[in-house]
Every structure is written in C-alpha cells, then in structure tokens.
C-alpha cells in the first residue's frame, strides 16, 4: 500500500484517466447485477405461468443492451487505465535514462552495467504492473465485493447470504497460502534457472578442455543434473499455482450446495421464490473474482515495492553529478595543476601525489609510465572528467574547472579514451558523434587524417556501413582510428590521447602523430601512451610511478637521465625488432 | 564450414515461416509423446475430472426440478443426492488437481529432454564452430529458447487440451439435458473462434512490433550504458536523451494499440459473446414455457454451464500470442539438435608409449585469405620436450590446437607414430593426448575432484600425479589434505596452485603427449621453476610440446622453434640459438629487458 502512496503523483498527474477509469469499472459492476436479476425474475414468472411473449422480448432485448453496453464501457475502462500505467512504464524508462547519463564517472565505478540494465527494464516492467492491474485489482475488486454484497444482504436475503458466505473465509486463507507457496517456488525456480544458466556457460567457454580431456560425458551428467533441478523446481510452481483450482472448485461448489439447500428451506417456507434462488448463485459467482483479486493485489504490490525501492535509489543517487558553474569555458587557455594529494575514497592511499605543472596553448603533454602508476586518473582529473578533491587545485585559464559549465568545457576538449565505443550506427555517424551536422566532406577530412579513410571505403557501403552486429567488424586498430577521428571533427582546443594508438603498428602511428602537427597548430594535446615513439615532439614528458612523478623533461632529455624512461626506450627498440622479426 | 543462420534480431520473424511450423510443431509433440504411461494417465485423469465436472450441475437440476419444484423432500432420496453432490464435487477437484500437475510434469520433462538433447549436441560440436558463434546466442538457444518451448507445453498446448475437453464435456452433458438448448449455446463457438481468428491476424503484426521496439529500447540502453562516457565527452547527452525518449514514446504508442486490440477483440468481446449466449439461453426457454415443455431445472443447469465454459475460452483466446513466439525458439533449438557434428571417427589406437609427432606442409587459417600457419615442417620425437616460441600472433598457439585437434589442417598432414593423427580413435586420442592451458579451469569441489574430473584412475596413479606436479608441499600443509574445498573457479587458491593441480589434472592421466599452451604465462616464477623441474622429471616419459611466451620455461628443451608470422624461423636448442644473431636472441634479451623493468618497480 505504501507503493501505492508513494506513486500518488503519478496518480494525481494521471488523475482524469484514473478518474474515468474508476467510474466506468463502477458502471460495470453495477451493470453487472440485472442480468442476474432478470433471470430470476424471468424464471419466477415461468413457474407461476405469468410470462408472456412480450414481456420476454423485452427482457431478452435488455440482456442483449447490457451485454453491449458492458462491453463498451469494459473495452473504454481499459483504455484509460491501461493508457495511464504504459505510460508511468515509459515515463520511467526515460526518467532513468536521462538520469543515468548524467551520472559521472564514479557512479558508473560503483554500478554494473548488467545490473543497471536489469533495473530499467524489470523493475520498471513490475511497478507499471502495480499502477496498472494492481490498481484494478484493488479497486475493482473492493467495488465489486462490496456491491455484491450489499445486494445479497439487502435485497434478497441476509440469512441465505450468511449461509452461502460460510465457506468463503476459507477461500482467502487458501488463496494467500498458496500465493506464498507460489512466490517461494517461483524464487526457487529461477535460482534453478540461472543455475542451469551458469552451468551452459561455464562449459561453452571451457569446452576445449572438455574436449582435451574427453570430460563431455562429464559436464553432460552435471548439467542434466542442473536441468533435472530445474524441471523439478518448475514442477513445485505447476503443483502450487494447480491448488488455486480445487480450492475455487470445492469452496464455490459448497457454497452452491448452501445456498440451494438453505434456498430450498426458504422457498418451502415461502419467504423466497426460485428464481430469487437462481439470481442468488448467479451472484455468488460473482464473488470469486475479489477473492482472487486480493492474493494477486499482494503479490503485485510486493514486486512493485521491491522494483520502486531499486529505480528510486537509483534515481536519487545525485551526489555523483560533477558540480559546475555558470561561466563559459574559453578557447584556448593554459591547463595549470598542482595536485598536493589525490584520493578516490576517504583513508585511501594516494592515487596521486605531488604533481604540479601547466600546459600552454600550442604544447604538446606526453605522461607514461607502467600499468597502474596513475595515468588514468591524472588525465581524468585533468580533463574533469573526475572532479578534484579538497589538496588539488586544476585551473583552467583563470578559473577552477567548477566555475564553467561542463556543457562549455567539454566543447574545448576532445577525449580518446583507451577502449573506443562505436555505436551501432553508420560509420559517419559514429565519427560525427560530436557534430552531428558535420558534411560528409568534413567527415571524410577527419578520417583521412586518422589514416582510417581507405579502410572505410574498402566497406561495403562505405561511410554509411553499420557498425556491429548488423555491419561490419571493425579491428582494434580501426576502432581506435575511428575514434580518433571523431576527436579530431570536433576541432576542439585540447585532445587527450588516452593510451588511444595502442592497437595501430608504429607507420600509422607516425603518420597519424604527423598529421597532428601538421593540422593542430596553436592547439594543445595530451598523449598517454605505452610507445614512448609517439612522444619525441612532445614538448613536455611526464613518467608517473606509484603515483608521483619520478622522471619529467622532453623526449631528448629524459633519454639522457638513464632512468625508467631510458630503460623502456631500449626494451620497445627490442621489441619492435622481434616483432618485425629480426 | 556452415555457420547456423544466426538471427539475432529474434523479432524478426521469417515471412515463410508456416511450412516449418508445422514441422516444428510435429517435432514438439514427437517429444511430448515419448511419455506415454503419463500421457495416459493425464488422459484418464482429465476424463474423469471433466465427467464428475459435468455432473454437478445435473445434481442440481435433478434437484430442482424432482423435489423443490415439486415441494416434496424425501429424506433418503436427498441424502443420496448429496452424497453425490459431494463426491462429485471433490472428484473433479482431485481429478482436476491431479491432472494438471501430471500434464505440467510431461510439459517439464520434454524441456528437460530438450535441453540434454541440445546440451549433448553442441557439447560435441567441432571446436571451430564456437569460434563464430558468440557464447551468450549459443547459451540463449539452451536456456531462453527452451524456456519459451516451456510456455508452449504448459501454457499453450496444456491450456488447449484441457480447455478443449472441459468445453467438449460441458455441451455433451448439456445435450443429454436438452439438445436445443445445448444448440443455442454451441452458437458461442464459431463466435469466438472467428474472434481468435481475426484478432491473431490483426494483432500478430502489432504485437511483433511491439517485441521488436521494446528489445530496441533495451539494445539501445545496454549500448547507451557502454558508450556513457563517449556520450558525455562528446556532450550528447540532448540527442541521445531524445532518440531514446522517441523511441520508448513509439514503443508506447505501439503498446497502447495492442492493449486495444485486446480489449476490443479478447475479454469484454467474449464476455459480451456470454451475454448474449444467455439471452438465447433465456429467449429459447422462454417461448418453451409458454408452451411448459420445459423444466426450471434445466435453464438453472444452463446457465451454470454456461458459465464454467466461458472462462476456459477466454483463457485460450489470451494465450494465442505465446504460439508464434515459442514456435520460433523451437525452430531455433532444432537448428542446432540438427548440426553434424564431424567428429573424427578414426579406429587407430596407440602403443603405450610416448609417440612421434610430424607435421608435413601444414597450412591453416581461421578465416580466408589469412593464413596463421604457413608451410609447417617439424618433426617432435618421441619423449622430446620442445619449445615453440615467438611473438604474439606469430601463430604458435594454433599448432598446439591442430595438434590437440580441435581444427584441421587446410593442407598438409599431422602424423602421429607415421600414421595419420585424424585417423586415431577418439578414446586412443585422448588416453596419449593432454593439454594444460593458460587459464587453469577450476570447478567448486575438492582438489582430488578437480584431479580426478570424473576419469577412472587408480589411487597410485593419483599419488603420483600430485607429486609430479610438485603439488606436494602445498597439499601436506593443508588440513583436509587432497579433500580440501576450492571454491567456483579457485578464488580461494593462487594462480600457481590453480596450475599445478590443472598440471596434476593433466598427469593423473598418464598421458604420452603433453601440450602447454601458454601454461606458465600468469603464474609467478616459483612456481614456473615447480613446473620446469617436473617437465624436466618427464623426459622420455611423455612426448612435451610446450608453446610459451616465458623462454625460461623452455630452456632447456631439447628442441625450440621459434616462429614469426606463420613460419618456423629458427630451430635448434637454448645454447644454439642463443649465440646466433636472430629472433631468438632478441627475444630472450627483450624479456631480459623487460624483467629489469619489472623489478625496479
């Protein structure tokens, strides 16, 4: 019930649906009780020989209107309500999405994708349930229960309806049980399930070993195993959700069986007539339906509570959105840091430690160093994309980065990270990712100077070929080329490379790096690389170890220092050798 | 090579796909009947429940019509009617009960069959088939599709049967009430049968689109969610965020007009249809009384009738759409059960002794136009250790996978003992064959488990196993010894100790040829030096191929090769190569360099 409170403004912005919906279900239910009535009516005047031709065609045409009537104002009850929860489902959906993509960085640290994914479509899926049927279930349920009732007590008679009543509290206990037997089973059932899941999964990627070792027979045991679980898992459901019949069947038919003998006591009697009796058990019938409502009223609840708990935490983790300010991020301006200590959580070591320097406008900054030394984190810091904590102070121009929009400083910086994410659209569009109104021409310039030009026009379609599983596979190497040239189309004032060549051999790399010169005079660029080869133009070289700074100086100078850097630089030579074959 | 048709849109329908469906459908239900004694029950059992459930409501009539309406209530007469009632009533309870779990429990078994069917199928498929099959579709076709094959057994085609019968009980109870009157009521059938007609033709299309779009919306969020930090970087959070809203707003619009199909032509529709029926019902009796050749009783029985029927019917109009979608995974699953599985099926056997091995022009490629093996000439004598070496993508790792065969050769031959390696029965294969690979694979269970995986081998053989593997130590320190537990995937031991006891795994076999491709690449050097000394202890014992990146783990082989680009470039032993100028030399001082690097850090 707290669920249903807790989307109340929803129900309240969808008020006229639920409204109309409400009276309709209304119309239905109070519709529903001549049929009955007329029946009853029609059978008494039968036994006592007073029907006539006309008086029947006017009943029978009156049934025939009810049924018609009802229908519309079924099929009309559906489209409101039904409108209104779809819609909470879609309204959801995007709530979420747009939330998530302002999550930063840190947030999707903390957050499977799998899991995120499993939030916006399940959880979603299970509270437009509980603004849909269980809103029906309540209300629907309530309204005909009570009308039913009311009827049975007033109008025709209290003492018979008692009577009739007495087997239906068994009815509700039966169906809450095996509601919980159901959704205990149902648990266990899809445990079975990821189960069996797991088991497929781990022996299709270990099936070379399977294979080496003959062990096929072995891993089919133990996965019929896991599938027997599961059939018997699924048995257990099929055997629960079986009880609701029987229970239904004994319960309505004792019922029927109290309400014909304590009729047939009153008819006897003269206090009732037969066709009062039949009106009564066709209304009984009537009663089977709210008592089902309420086991499935909780059990919609229950998972629409658990669903909205997990889209509201998720909704109203803020805290991660990096903050910002309201000036604009100018064109070219000197990057300064001084980085006294950085840490990613409260009591942690340092990630960073003792960095400071700047960058000018037209430099080129090259930072390496071996896996795990900081690199990452320095260039995340460096281009906001990890907003700095209370020991570092990250200028750019003349302000902090908090004091821009992060809408104007993302404009001036253009980002390759070090796995490249293509869409599953078109090559063109993927590159003009940034600028979407780009010309095909200015695409193609951009890739060109990626030395991705004549790969994308050996494709099929060309620029217009899909990506992907519908497209085409790209390697690594296009991959990369591609992102860089989506960088490059934005002409942003500063590109990171983020450890973004490492896939394509030495000749492009060069030719690539070449290009940059060439075309990104004035501009600032920041390279993180493993190949220290991609670094001899850079104006500035920073080699993080552990966190700080161990060595600093141009290409040249660094060579002379007889360090790390030295050492790497002679250990790449050999490899390059080895790899060409020598 | 023939690739499955791969359809991962799974919304897409085939346009053609009545011919198949039926096919298909035949194949389910060949299944279904490999479980005949329950068939037969369920039979029984349905019958059963369906006649006592029709005899209620005669009781009632009976009743009515005998003693109320003629206001005599004979004691005895009314006992045996209630007893009958009762029993009536509580048989087709049970009855009904019973059946349902028994058809549920068919329904459950033929999944289960179909499962290990296909399970067993693609267990023994060629390895390369794995290479263009991404593993999340393969595991998609054994658990979601057979689970959707599972809607159909138990909510479709359980549904039908059992419906079907209940209504077909229903109107032959009523005709032997009055068959006028059971002709008024037949008059709902072809009713809604043409409803469920037009609506599936109406809605099919709709509701297609409405899978497709939603799993559109999910594509789109999964990649969306990947690519978060390019959408940020690039600043398009706008445009993504209106793309998606525009899809999910058509998803809706779609969804709406499903849900009004629905309510048009589903529910209200066939409770109209009831309506109706009842007016006939009463308009029939009605003109019969006037002329009183009818009994209460009877239109009292009736519309009791006529009521259990109308929920049966509803509830089969709403399981049309779980038809098509389950029809389409069958034809899927089927797809693989039907695979040929080319294994090798060769009757050699080998003596028991370490064998020869010799590749003879060996040419491969994974994909056309790239050859990975080029023209490979090597001879690996019996009880020899040799070394492969070289870069990455030098190809080193693929002649360890011709030799264990998972693939074969384009051209050229790989001979064993002088005779043809393909030609070896599978059994004789694997009792000489042994391969330790470079990520340990580890199951929960003890260690002596994970030695034995489930082989025949005497306890001798296993002692001996643990200590050529250098295992020994490790393991005598342990309380439970060899029992000790290893939790999923060996989270709770070491890289090395993860290899020694797959090396262990390796040896409890007492193979004559062992293959380590890559074995020594994650594990620190103690345990490369456990692993070189038991090498080492096999010489003469077992033919040793091992392919490493590590040139220590293979210093002291008898014979290295050391590869580039497909092709054996040099040849010889540690002391040989390592004076020559080559690639050898420059591997060896490239890891030097590399270890020095290492250790200042």
């Known amino acids: 019930m707290k669920l249903l409170q807790e989307l109340s403004w929803f129900f309240k912005s969808e008020w006229k649906r639920y409204s109309i919906a409400m009276v309709l279900l209304t119309g239905v239910a109070l519709l529903n009780l001549f049929p009955p009535w007329i029946t009853g009516r029609l059978v008494d005047q039968a036994i006592a020989g007073t029907l006539d031709a006309s008086r029947l065609q006017n009943d029978v045409g009156l049934i025939v209107c009810l049924g018609v009537a009802i229908y519309i104002l079924r099929y009309l009850w559906r489209l409101s309500l039904y409108s209104a929860s779809y819609k909470l489902g879609a309204l959801l959906r995007q709530q979420v999405f747009t939330h998530l993509l302002r999550q930063s960085e840190t947030f999707y640290n903390e957050h499977q994708t799998g899991d995120l994914l499993a939030r916006s479509t399940n959880d979603i899926t299970a509270i437009e349930m509980s603004a849909g049927e269980a809103i029906l279930a309540l209300f629907d349920g309530i309204l005909t229960g009570v009308v039913v009732l009311t009827l049975l007590f007033t109008l025709i008679d209290w003492r018979l309806t008692l009577i009739a009543l007495l087997p239906w509290p068994a009815m509700a206990f039966f169906f809450w049980r095996i509601n919980r037997e159901m959704h205990n089973a149902f648990h266990l059932a899809q445990k079975s399930f990821s189960d069996m899941n797991d088991s497929v999964q781990e022996n299709i990627s270990g099936i070379r070993l399977l294979r080496a070792y003959g062990l096929e027979q072995h891993a089919t045991d133990q996965f019929n195993e896991k599938v027997a679980n599961a059939r018997d898992a699924n048995l257990a459901v099929i055997a629960a959700e079986a009880k609701y019949g029987p229970v239904i069947f004994i319960v309505v038919g004792i019922s029927f069986l109290f309400a014909v003998s304590g009729g047939a006591w009153f008819i006897n009697q003269g206090s009732m007539t037969i066709g009062e009796l039949t009106s009564f058990t066709l209304y009984l019938g009537y009663l089977i339906w709210p008592m089902f409502a309420y086991g499935w009223l909780l059990n919609l609840l229950e998972r629409g509570t658990v669903a909205y708990k997990r889209i509201q935490a998720l909704l109203n983790s803020t805290h991660q959105i990096l903050p910002e300010g309201t000036q604009t991020a100018p064109p070219e301006a000197t990057l300064t840091w001084n980085i006294h200590s950085f840490h990613f959580t409260e009591g942690d070591g340092a990630a960073l430690q003792s960095i400071a320097g700047s960058l000018t406008p037209g430099n080129t900054l090259g930072i390496v160093g071996p896996t795990g030394s900081g690199k990452s984190t320095l260039v995340k810091l460096l281009t906001y994309q990890l907003p700095a904590s209370n020991n570092c102070t990250i200028s750019y121009g003349d302000n902090r980065f908090d004091h821009y929009t992060t809408d104007s400083l993302r404009k001036q910086m253009a980002i390759v990270s070090q796995e490249p994410f293509l869409f599953s659209i078109s090559i063109a569009e993927n590159i003009a990712l940034g600028t979407p109104n780009a010309s095909l021409k200015e695409i193609r310039r951009a890739a060109s100077l990626a030395c991705i030009d004549d790969d994308i026009q050996a494709f099929p379609e060309g620029y217009h070929t899909l990506v992907g599983e519908r497209g085409v596979t790209l390697s690594g190497g296009q991959k990369q080329r591609i992102a860089i040239a989506r960088a490059l189309l934005m002409d942003a004032s500063l590109l990171v490379l983020d450890d973004a060549l490492s896939a394509v051999d030495v000749e492009t790399e060069r030719t690539i790096l070449q290009h940059l010169r060439q075309n990104r005079q004035g501009r600032t660029t920041i390279i993180v690389c493993h190949r220290l080869s991609a670094l001899q133009h850079a104006e500035e070289i920073i080699v993080l170890k552990h966190g700080r700074i161990c060595e600093r100086g141009s290409h040249h100078e660094l060579l002379q220092l007889q360090g790390w850097y030295h050492q790497m630089h002679a250990y790449q030579q050999l490899e390059q050798a080895v790899i060409e074959g020598h | ?601």
Request: charged share 15%; net charge neutral.
């Open chain 2, 1 to 601: 090579m023939n690739h499955p048709a791969e359809n991962s849109t799974s919304t897409h329908l085939p346009r053609d796909n009545t011919v198949h469906t039926s096919g298909t459908f035949r194949r389910l239900l060949q299944y279904a009947l490999q479980n005949k004694p329950l068939l037969w029950v369920a039979a029984a059992l349905l019958l059963l429940a369906t006649a006592t459930d029709v005899l209620g409501p005669i009781l009632l009539k009976i009743f009515i019509d005998d003693y109320l309406v003629a206001a005599s209530f004979p004691f005895w007469d009314l006992l045996v009617l209630l007893v009958l009632y009762l029993a009536a009533n509580i048989g087709a309870a049970w009855f009904g009960y019973l059946q349902s779990i028994k058809l549920g429990a068919i329904a459950q078994n033929v999944i289960q069959q179909i499962r290990q069917d296909i399970f067993a199928k693609v267990i023994k498929l060629p390895v390369s088939e794995f290479d263009f099959t991404p593993t999340g579709s393969l595991i998609s076709r054994i658990t979601n599709d057979t689970e959707s094959i599972k809607e159909l057994f138990v909510g479709v085609l359980g549904v039908y049967i059992q419906n079907s019968v209940k209504v077909l009980g229903i109107f032959i109870a009523m005709a032997f009430l009055n068959w006028q009157m059971m002709l008024v009521c037949l008059a709902f059938i072809p009713m809604v049968v043409t409803v469920m007609v037009v609506y599936r033709r109406i809605s099919t299309p709709v509701f297609q689109k409405g899978r497709q779009l939603l799993s559109e919306i999910n594509a789109k969020l999964g990649e969306n969610l990947q690519g978060i930090r390019v959408i940020q970087a690039f600043n398009q959070q706008q445009r993504f965020s209106e793309d998606f809203n525009d899809t999910v707003n058509r998803h809706l619009q779609v969804r709406r007009r499903t849900m009004q199909l629905d309510a048009l032509l589903l529910r209200p529709m066939v409770d109209m249809m009831h309506m109706l029926t009842l007016a006939g019902l009463l308009y029939y009796f009605g003109i019969n009384v006037l002329e009183s050749t009818i009994e209460v009783g009877i239109l009292y029985a009736f519309i009791n009738y006529l009521g259990r029927f109308t929920e049966p019917l509803i509830e089969m109009t709403q399981r049309l759409n779980l038809f098509q979608q389950s029809m389409v995974s069958a034809e899927r699953v089927f797809q693989w059960i039907d695979r040929k599985s080319e294994r090798l099926t060769g009757d050699l056997c080998f003596s028991n002794a370490p064998s020869k091995l010799e590749l003879r022009n060996v040419n491969f490629s994974y994909t056309p136009n790239n050859p990975v093996l080029k023209d490979i000439n090597v001879t690996f004598e019996p009880g020899s250790f040799n070394g492969i070496v070289g870069h990455t993508g030098s190809g080193k790792s693929t002649i360890a996978s011709l030799i264990m065969r998972f693939y074969q050769p384009e051209s050229g031959q790989i001979a064993a003992d002088d005779r043809p390696l393909a030609r070896y029965s599978d059994d004789a294969f694997r009792k000489q064959f042994a391969l330790v690979q470079q990520d340990s694979f580890i199951f929960s269970g003890s260690i002596l488990d994970n030695i034995v995986m489930g082989r025949n081998i005497c306890p001798e053989q296993i002692t001996l196993a643990v200590s050529q593997a250098g295992l020994n130590s490790w393991v005598e320190r342990l309380p439970q010894k060899l029992a000790f537990q290893l939790t999923e995937r060996g989270a709770n031991i070491s890289a090395g100790q993860r290899q020694l006891i797959s090396i262990a795994r390796t040896l409890a076999g007492n193979p004559k040829v062992i293959i380590l491709d890559e074995a020594t690449a994650n594990i620190d050097s103690e345990t490369e030096t456990i692993i070189k000394n038991a090498l080492l202890q096999l010489k003469g014992k077992a033919t040793i191929i091992a392919v490493a990146h590590r040139l220590s783990t293979i210093k002291s082989a008898d014979q290295i090769l050391v590869m580039h680009q497909g092709k054996v470039t040099q040849q010889g032993n540690h002391e040989s190569l390592i004076t020559m100028e080559g690639l050898y030399r420059h591997l060896h001082q490239m890891q030097s360099a590399q270890w020095q690097l290492l250790e200042q850090n």
